[in-house]
């Protein structure tokens, strides 16, 4: 996932996203996770405290992600800024990494993982602050960003979630999402 990455972090990332197959989080052990990877519990210990750590790492360097494809997005498509186009590109942001990187998604969305899906909300809650305020407009919204962002977070969670299930493609869930978006901004959304 990140560039920067040893072979040691790569491995943990790997055996935790593939022990999603077999296990919910809650389920699976340090030992669990070093044995899948291959390394010792020296080396997993050198990078995390404990498996809510490392699972943080690998949600963090999936947020990287999709914090440079929303970057990219934005200088693309939305120069001027625009709030619509601006939580539009955030959408397909989300929906891109939710694809791109499937396993991750699924040990998020999965279920008995609640915790983990808490711990990937808190992380990207924490990081849309600082993304927005990097493209903040002076448009305001008619909610509190936090809230709006926690609803948008949710609800693209379970828009893919439900596409998904239903089989639609990730270009068609993409496009159904942008337009949500639209229509909510068109109802109301900002101020």
Known sequence: MGTQMTEGKRKLHEALLDLRKEMPFSKMTVTGICKRAGVSRYTFYTYFKDKYDLLGD?????EELLIEDYRRLQAENNPDNRPVASYQ????ACIDI?????????L??????????????????KNLDRLESSYATGTSSK????????????????????????????????EDARELVADLARGGLFG
């Open 58 to 62: 690998v949600c963090h360097s999936a």
């Open 89 to 92: 590109n955030l959408t397909t």
């Open 98 to 106: 939710m694809f791109n990187h499937l396993d991750l998604f699924d």
């Open 108 to 125: 998020i969305a999965g279920e008995g993982n609640m915790d983990v899906a808490l711990t990937y909300y808190r992380l990207l809650l």
């Open 143 to 174: 909610y509190d960003r936090r809230q709006l962002n926690s609803f948008l977070i949710m609800g693209i969670a379970s828009f893919v979630s439900s596409a998904r299930a239903a089989g639609e493609s990730a270009d068609a869930i993409r």
